[in-house]
């Protein structure tokens, strides 16, 4: 097992993976709560080169939705950027990407941020076990309703089936998405208050979202 005891030698950081089309305020409150519940030394928001689940689904450019992530953690104590999917050649797999961190950086101990949506996709992933092995996973506790099993059954399967370690993190409610802004955004609507106002000018000033 590549996981081990955390120790004080050891610096702890939370990958917070996605697409980010576009970032917004529910990634940032995630991010915070891992930082703080887990007493994190930093989180890594890691924009997805071109995620091979949404090849049939228009998606923005990654140096865009790079720059709006970057906009959106600049300043914040506690939370990088990290190009280092961008970065990467081919297809970027979540199972991957870890092996590589740990190779990168044998000096850290790695927790995978995640909301109660992809806890229950996870087992479905490209060899999950893998993702199990190498890192923590960080969940949001909230109520998912299209799951099959209840909050904690599922992470008692999680547990069973691949011995994951599974920190659950005191996360409220939030109907908030990407895509309910990109659709807000289409129809001319409002959306202060849904992502940092860096982000909002910059899907105004470059047009995002419109059609």
């Given at each position: 097992?590549v996981?081990a005891?955390?120790?004080?030698?050891?610096?702890k950081?939370?990958?917070?993976?996605?697409?980010?089309?576009?970032?917004h305020?529910a990634h940032?409150?995630?991010?915070?709560?891992?930082?703080?519940?887990?007493?994190?030394?930093?989180?890594?928001?890691m924009?997805?080169?071109?995620?091979?689940?949404?090849?049939?689904?228009?998606?923005?450019p990654?140096?865009?939705?790079?720059?709006m992530t970057?906009?959106a953690?600049?300043?914040?104590e506690g939370?990088?950027?990290s190009?280092?999917e961008?970065?990467?050649?081919?297809?970027?797999?979540?199972?991957?990407?870890?092996?590589?961190?740990?190779?990168?950086?044998?000096?850290?101990?790695?927790y995978?941020?995640?909301?109660?949506?992809?806890?229950y996709?996870?087992?479905?992933?490209?060899?999950?076990?893998?993702?199990?092995?190498?890192?923590?996973?960080?969940v949001?506790?909230?109520?998912y309703?299209?799951?099959k099993?209840?909050?904690?059954?599922?992470v008692?399967?999680?547990?069973?089936?691949?011995?994951?370690?599974?920190?659950?993190?005191?996360y409220?409610?939030?109907?908030?998405?990407?895509?309910m802004?990109?659709k807000?955004?289409?129809?001319?609507r409002?959306?202060?208050?849904l992502?940092?106002?860096?982000?909002?000018?910059?899907?105004?000033?470059?047009n995002?979202?419109?059609?």
């Amino acid at each position: 097992m590549v996981k081990a005891e955390v120790n004080g030698k050891k610096k702890k950081v939370g990958i917070m993976g996605g697409t980010f089309d576009p970032i917004h305020n529910a990634h940032l409150s995630l991010g915070q709560c891992a930082l703080n519940q887990l007493s994190l030394d930093e989180v890594w928001f890691m924009p997805a080169k071109d995620p091979y689940f949404k090849k049939n689904k228009k998606v923005t450019p990654a140096k865009q939705r790079c720059e709006m992530t970057s906009l959106a953690v600049s300043g914040i104590e506690g939370f990088k950027l990290s190009l280092f999917e961008l970065e990467r050649e081919g297809e970027t797999y979540t199972a991957e990407t870890l092996a590589l961190l740990h190779e990168k950086h044998p000096d850290i101990f790695f927790y995978f941020i995640i909301g109660a949506d992809s806890m229950y996709q996870i087992d479905t992933w490209y060899r999950p076990e893998k993702i199990m092995e190498l890192a923590t996973l960080a969940v949001a506790g909230r109520h998912y309703p299209e799951g099959k099993r209840s909050f904690r059954e599922q992470v008692g399967y999680l547990k069973d089936r691949f011995r994951a370690d599974i920190a659950v993190l005191d996360y409220p409610e939030t109907e908030l998405s990407s895509t309910m802004i990109r659709k807000m955004v289409a129809e001319g609507r409002d959306i202060s208050g849904l992502l940092p106002d860096k982000v909002k000018e910059y899907i105004r000033e470059n047009n995002l979202y419109r059609s």
